[in-house]
C-alpha cells in the first residue's frame, strides 16, 4: 500500500507574515472509512469535498461539485483508469475526470478544484482552503 | 429519363387499378414516392386493404391482418370487396360488380393469380379450401378445430408450407405429391430424398408420385378422406389444394388484351399490355414468356410500371428466381439455373445436409445451385450467378468459401427488392450505418421475405464497420465473451478477472457490466465486498439518481396490483418525508426527491410494510405488467394478473445485460401492451401466447410470437431459458430486441424451444439458482450497519444534509431547485 503525502496547502496570498501560516488540516474520517475504489464526501466548511482511495491505496481529493450538471455528485461516481490514470467518471452524464489533476479529460475547458489530501494516524485529512 | 414539362407528373389523369395484392401496394407506394399528381383509384376484390400475402402463414401464429397489411399513401381512393367484372376499353371505363362505373386513363391490372384446384369428384366438399388468403386461414382454422387430420394436395414450396400450417394447428398432416420428388420446382432428386427425410422426421407422412382421384364425402356431407390415384384413402377432415396457381387474366381475356396460351397478360418491358392505355403487373402478368409467382419480380413490375405511368422509361428484365424457405426448421435453396454442364455435388446424409453448385463446362462460372439442410453456401453464393466462381467449387461448399468473400458492386443481394451490394454499401458509407436494421430503413434490402439478411451482414463486416466487440480500453473481450469467462474460470471478483484478462482499473462501462455479470451468476449482494465499488451511483445506492442529486424510491408492485393498505403506507411515507410523488409508466409508483440519508429511513418504513426493492436502478427485472384479466373482465380468457404477479416474483432481482420488462394480457385486446416488451403474453383460449424482443424506448419493436398456446408450467420454462440465453450472450445495455434482431428469431427459437446447442438444462439450472437465491437487497441493506454507514451525505457530518438541495412547490408538490449551470461553472 501507499499512501500520497501531499505537501501542506500553501498560506492563501497576501496573508502577512508571522500569521497562522501553518496547513489547515481538517481530519475527515478514517482511512478504513474509504473503500477501494468508491468515493464519500466531507463538507469542510462551505466546501463539499470528494474523497476517493484507489485500489492501490492512494488518497485523492477533487470538488464534489459536477460542472456539467450543477449536482453535488462526484463522489459518488465510479472509480477507474483511463491510459492508466485514476479517474473518476460523474453519476450524472458520465464525464472523466482526473482525479490528480481535477482535469475533465471529455472537455479541456473544463476543471475541478483538487485538494491537498493525508494520512495521519489512521485519520485521513485534507487541506481546506 | 423524366419528361421535362414542369407540370407536376401525371396531373389530371385518372389511374385505376384492379386488385389490391402487394403488387398493387407497391404500385402506389412508388407512385406516391414520385410524385404523381393524378388521382389513384384502387378496385379490390377481397375485403381488406393489400397485405403481405408472403407472410401469410404467421397469420396462423399469431399475427393479425393489421399487422401484416401494407400501409395505403395518402390520397390513394381504395375500394374494397368490389371486384371489376368487365373492361371497356373503347370508352375506357371499368365495372364492377356492384354495378358501378370507373372511367380511366391509364389502367393498371395487378390481379394476381389464384390457386388451381384439380377437377377432382367432391372438391367443392366442405372441408376443401385453397390457401391463398386472410379469408382461406380463417376458413382453414375453423374446420381445423374439430378435424384430426389434413391433407395438402401438392407438395411444392406452398404446399409444404400449408401442411406446416396444418400441423401447426394440430392436425396429422399429409402430404400428396404428383411429381417423384417434394419441391420438384425447386429441388433436383437427390435434394429431394434429403428434404423428404427431414419432412417425414417432423411427423409429416408424404405421398409422392401420386395425384388425387376424388375427395370423399362422409355422412354429414363433409369431406372424411382423399382417394390418390393410386387407389389409397387417406381418411381426413381438412382438404388443402395447394397445386400450383393460374394467373387471373380472365378480364384481360374478355377485354381483347393479348394473353398467353398458358395464361398471363402478355406485356413488354414497360410492362404495357397490348393496349398502350393498359398496364399488367404482378402475378397475373406474362413477361417474355414466364409467369413470375414470387414477391420479388411482381414488386419490381410495379416499380417499372409506376415509373412508366411518372413517364420514365425504366424496363423490366428477366428476374431472379431463387427462393430460400425455412419450414418446420427444414431450410431449402435455390438459385439460378436449375440445370448446368457440370455440377459438383455435397451430400451428408446423416446430418441431411444435400447442396449442389452447377458451373459451367470450364468450370468456372457459376450458374446456380441447390441446397436442403444447410443454406449458407446460397448466402455466400447467389450474387456470383453468372460470373467466375471465387474460388473452386469443392472448396466453396466445404467452406462456405474463403472469409470476406467480397460480392461484387452490381450483383443483386435483395432479389425482393432488387438492391445490388453496391447500393448497400453506398448506403453503409454515406450514411455511417452499423447495423441491418438501418440497411433495411435506407435500402428496403431484407425487408420483404428476410432471406438476404445474412449477405447484408456479410456486407458489413466486409465494409470493416464491424463495430469492435470489445467491452472498453479495459478489456478487449465482449459481454458475452467475458460472461463465458467468469462463469467458466468461476471467477468471482472484477479483481481477479481484470488482473487475468485486462489491464487498468476499469471504468463505469466495464465495472457495472461485470458487477451484472457477477450478479446473474450469484454473486451475493451486490454491496457486498468489493462489488459495491462496481455499482454505478444508481446500484449503489439502490434508487435513481435524480437531476439535483436526490434520489427516488419506486417499491415492487407486482403486476401492477396493490392493497388499498399498502396504498395507504406509501401515501403516508410520502407525505412524511416531503416526496413527489407520480404513477409510472410501468404501473407503479415513484416517490422523487429523497436525499442519500434518507433512503434507509424511507425503506425501513416499506420493508416493515412488506415492500421490496423494485429495481428501478438495476438493469434487471422492471416491471411485469397486466391488465385484471378473466377474474373482471368481460372479455378475458386467462387470470392474466395472477400470471404477471407470479413472473414478476419468479424473476425479480434478475440482473441482466439491460432492463427486462414484460407484461401479461388476457386477450387479444392486449391492455397491458405485451407485444411491446422484452416478453410479453397473450392469453389464447388454450394457454398462453409468448411474444419476444419487443421495445418501447427508441427503437420501438413489436415483440415477435415465440411459442403458442403453451400451459403454465411450459411458459415458465420457455421464459426462463430464454432469459438465461439472453443474459449469457447479449451485449452490455443491449435490449432484447437489439439482441435478437442479432442472433435472429430462428436461432434463438432453436435454441430455446429445440435445445440446438444442448444447453437448457443448464440455462434452467441456473434460473433455478436465481429463484432460489432471491432476497430482497433492501431489507439485506437495513439488516447491515457496514451498508448502512454509507448512506450520508457526508462522511464527517453523517446527520448534516446537502445544503445544495433545495426545493419549491408546484402543483402542490415538491419540484428541485436547480442551481444555474452558469453560475456553477
Ligand atoms: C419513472 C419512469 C417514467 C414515469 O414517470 O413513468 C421512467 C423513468 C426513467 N426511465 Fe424510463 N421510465 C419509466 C418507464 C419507461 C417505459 C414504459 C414501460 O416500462 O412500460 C419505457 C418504454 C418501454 C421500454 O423500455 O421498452 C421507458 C424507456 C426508457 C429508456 C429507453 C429504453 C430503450 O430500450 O430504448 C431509457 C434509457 C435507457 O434505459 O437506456 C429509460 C430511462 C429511464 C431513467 C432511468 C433515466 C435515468 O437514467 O435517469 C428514468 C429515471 C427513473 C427514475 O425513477 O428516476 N427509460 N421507460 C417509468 C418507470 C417505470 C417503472 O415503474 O419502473
Ligand atoms: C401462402 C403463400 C406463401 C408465399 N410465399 C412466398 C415466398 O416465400 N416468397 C415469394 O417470393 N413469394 C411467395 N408467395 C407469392 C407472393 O405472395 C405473390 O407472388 C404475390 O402475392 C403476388 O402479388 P400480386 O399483387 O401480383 O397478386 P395477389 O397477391 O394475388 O393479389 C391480387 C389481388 O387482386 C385481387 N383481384 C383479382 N381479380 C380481381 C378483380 N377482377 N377485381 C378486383 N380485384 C381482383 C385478388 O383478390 C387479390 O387480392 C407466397 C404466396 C402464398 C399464397
Ligand atoms: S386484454 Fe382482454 S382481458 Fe385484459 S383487460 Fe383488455 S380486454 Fe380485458
Ligand atoms: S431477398 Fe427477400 S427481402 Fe431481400
Known amino acids: 500500500m501507499t499512501v500520497l503525502h501531499e505537501p501542506p496547502p500553501a498560506a492563501p496570498p497576501g496573508t502577512p507574515p508571522g500569521e497562522d501560516t501553518a496547513p489547515r488540516w481538517t481530519p475527515v474520517c478514517a482511512y478504513t472509512d474509504l473503500l477501494p475504489e468508491r468515493g464519500v464526501c466531507a463538507l469542510v466548511g462551505r466546501h463539499q469535498i470528494a474523497l476517493f482511495r484507489t485500489f492501490d491505496g492512494e488518497l485523492f481529493a477533487i470538488g464534489n461539485h459536477d460542472p456539467f450538471s450543477g449536482a453535488q455528485v462526484l463522489s459518488r461516481g465510479i472509480v477507474g483508469t483511463r491510459g492508466g490514470s485514476p479517474v473518476v467518471i460523474s453519476p450524472m452524464h458520465r464525464q472523466t475526470f482526473s482525479l490528480a489533476t481535477g482535469a475533465c479529460l471529455d472537455d479541456p475547458a473544463v476543471a475541478v478544484p483538487t485538494y491537498p489530501v493525508r494520512l495521519s494516524g489512521g485519520a485521513v485529512e485534507v487541506g481546506a482552503p | ?825
Not at chain 2, 416499506?606 to 391488465?627: I, M, N, P, Q, W
Request: with cysteine.
Open chain 2, 1 to 825: 429519363m423524366r419528361s421535362s414539362d414542369h407540370l407536376p407528373a401525371g396531373a389530371g389523369t385518372r389511374l385505376v387499378v384492379v386488385g389490391h395484392g402487394p403488387a398493387a401496394a407497391r404500385l402506389t407506394e412508388a407512385l406516391a414516392a414520385g410524385g404523381f399528381a393524378g388521382r389513384v383509384t384502387v378496385l379490390g376484390e377481397e375485403p381488406r386493404a393489400a397485405y403481405d400475402r408472403v407472410a401469410l402463414t404467421s397469420y396462423l401464429s399469431g399475427r393479425t391482418a393489421e399487422d401484416l397489411t401494407y400501409p395505403v399513401p395518402e390520397g390513394v381512393e381504395l375500394c374494397l370487396g368490389r371486384p371489376v367484372v368487365g373492361i371497356d376499353r373503347e370508352a375506357r371505363t371499368v365495372t364492377t360488380a356492384d354495378g358501378h362505373t370507373e372511367p380511366y386513363d391509364t389502367l393498371v391490372l395487378a390481379t394476381g393469380s389464384s390457386p388451381f384446384v384439380p377437377p377432382v369428384t367432391g372438391r367443392d366438399l366442405p372441408g376443401c379450401f385453397t390457401y391463398r388468403t386472410i379469408d382461406d386461414l380463417d376458413a382453414i382454422r375453423a374446420a381445423c378445430a374439430g378435424a384430426r387430420a389434413g391433407v395438402v394436395v401438392g407438395g411444392g414450396l406452398l404446399g409444404l408450407e400449408a401442411a406446416n400450417a396444418l400441423r401447426g394447428l394440430g392436425l396429422t398432416t399429409h402430404v400428396v405429391e404428383m411429381a417423384g420428388r417434394l419441391m420438384p420446382r425447386q429441388v433436383d432428386e437427390g435434394g429431394g430424398a434429403v428434404l423428404r427425410r427431414h419432412i417425414e422426421a417432423l411427423g409429416l407422412a408424404v405421398h409422392t408420385g401420386t395425384g388425387v382421384r376424388e375427395v370423399v364425402a362422409g355422412p354429414d356431407g363433409r369431406v372424411a378422406g382423399l382417394v390418390t390415384s393410386d387407389g389409397e384413402t387417406i381418411e381426413a377432415q381438412v382438404v388443402v389444394f395447394s397445386a400450383g396457381v393460374r394467373p387471373r387474366d380472365e378480364l384481360a381475356r374478355q377485354a381483347g388484351l393479348a394473353v398467353g396460351e398458358r395464361g398471363g397478360v402478355v406485356v413488354d418491358d414497360g410492362m404495357r399490355t397490348s393496349d398502350p392505355a393498359v398496364y399488367a403487373v404482378g402475378e397475373c402478368a406474362l413477361h417474355d414468356g414466364v409467369v413470375y409467382g414470387l414477391a420479388g419480380p411482381c414488386l419490381t413490375m410495379a416499380e417499372v410500371a409506376a415509373d412508366r405511368v411518372l413517364g420514365g422509361e425504366a424496363v423490366f428484365t428477366r428476374a431472379d428466381t431463387s427462393t430460400r424457405l425455412k419450414l418446420l426448421g427444414v431450410e431449402v435453396a435455390q438459385f439460378g439455373a436449375a440445370e448446368g454442364a457440370l455440377d459438383v455435388t455435397f451430400m451428408d446424409p446423416v446430418g441431411g445436409v444435400y447442396q449442389k453448385l452447377l458451373v459451367s463446362d470450364d468450370a468456372r462460372t457459376l450458374l446456380g445451385g441447390v441446397c436442403v439442410g444447410d443454406v449458407a453456401p446460397y448466402d455466400t453464393l447467389r450474387p456470383f450467378v453468372g460470373r467466375d466462381l471465387p474460388a473452386a467449387p469443392g472448396e466453396l461448399l466445404f467452406t462456405g468459401g474463403p472469409a470476406g468473400l467480397d460480392v461484387p458492386d452490381d450483383a443483386q443481394v435483395c432479389s425482393c427488392n432488387n438492391v445490388t451490394a453496391g447500393r448497400v454499401r453506398a448506403a453503409i458509407a454515406g450514411e455511417g450505418l452499423t447495423d441491418v436494421a438501418g440497411i433495411k430503413s435506407r435500402t428496403r434490402a431484407g425487408t420483404t421475405c428476410g432471406s438476404c439478411v445474412p449477405a447484408l451482414r456479410k456486407i458489413l463486416a466486409g465494409a470493416g464497420v464491424e463495430v469492435s466487440t470489445a467491452l472498453c480500453e479495459h478489456f478487449t473481450h465482449s459481454r458475452a465473451e467475458l460472461f463465458d469467462i467468469v462463469r467458466v474460470r468461476g471467477i468471482t471478483t472484477f479483481s481477479r478477472l481484470i488482473a487475468e484478462h485486462g489491464t487498468g482499473r476499469g471504468c463505469d462501462v466495464c465495472k457495472p457490466a461485470v458487477a451484472s455479470i457477477l450478479a446473474s451468476l450469484g454473486g451475493g449482494h451486490i454491496l457486498d465486498g468489493e462489488q459495491a465499488a462496481l455499482q454505478d451511483t444508481n446500484d449503489h445506492f439502490l434508487a435513481n439518481i435524480q437531476r439535483n442529486g436526490t434520489y427516488s424510491v419506486v417499491p415492487r408492485v407486482p403486476g401492477g396490483e396493490i392493497t388499498a393498505d399498502r396504498l395507504i403506507v406509501i401515501g403516508e411515507v410520502a407525505r412524511d418525508f416531503g416526496l413527489y410523488t407520480k404513477i409510472t409508466g410501468g404501473q407503479r409508483i415513484d416517490l422523487l426527491g429523497a436525499r442519500v440519508e434518507q433512503l434507509p429511513l424511507i425503506w425501513r418504513r416499506l420493508v416493515d410494510a412488506g415492500f421490496e426493492s423494485g429495481h428501478a436502478y438495476g438493469k434487471a427485472l422492471r416491471t411485469v405488467k397486466s391488465c385484471v384479466g378473466s377474474t373482471w373482465c368481460r372479455y378475458g380468457v386467462q387470470d392474466s394478473a395472477a400470471l404477471a404477479v407470479a413472473l414478476e416474483l419468479r424473476y425479480r432481482g434478475l440482473r441482466s445485460p439491460h432492463k427486462i420488462k414484460s407484461a401479461v394480457s388476457g386477450c387479444a385486446r392486449e391492455c397491458a401492451e405485451a407485444r411491446s416488451k422484452d416478453f410479453g403474453i397473450i392469453a389464447t383460449e388454450k394457454g398462453w401466447n409468448l411474444y419476444v424482443g419487443g421495445n418501447g424506448g427508441f427503437s420501438p419493436r413489436h415483440a415477435d410470437l415465440f411459442a403458442a398456446d403453451l400451459d403454465t408450467g411450459g411458459l415458465v420454462r420457455v421464459v426462463d431459458r430464454f432469459l438465461m440465453f439472453y443474459i449469457r450472450t447479449a451485449d452490455r445495455l443491449q435490449r432484447t430486441s437489439a439482441w435478437l434482431e442479432q442472433q435472429g428469431l430462428d436461432h434463438v427459437r432453436r435454441v430455446v424451444l429445440e435445445d440446438s446447442l444442448g444447453i437448457c438444462a443448464d440455462l434452467e439450472a441456473q434460473m433455478e439458482r436465481h429463484v432460489a437465491s432471491y432476497t430482497d437487497e433492501w431489507r439485506a441493506v437495513l439488516d447491515d450497519p457496514g451498508k448502512l454507514r454509507r448512506f450520508v451525505s457526508f462522511v464527517n457530518a453523517p446527520q448534516t444534509p446537502d445544503p445544495s438541495i433545495a426545493f419549491e412547490t408546484e402543483r402542490d408538490q415538491i419540484k428541485p431547485v436547480l442551481i444555474p449551470l452558469e453560475a456553477t461553472r
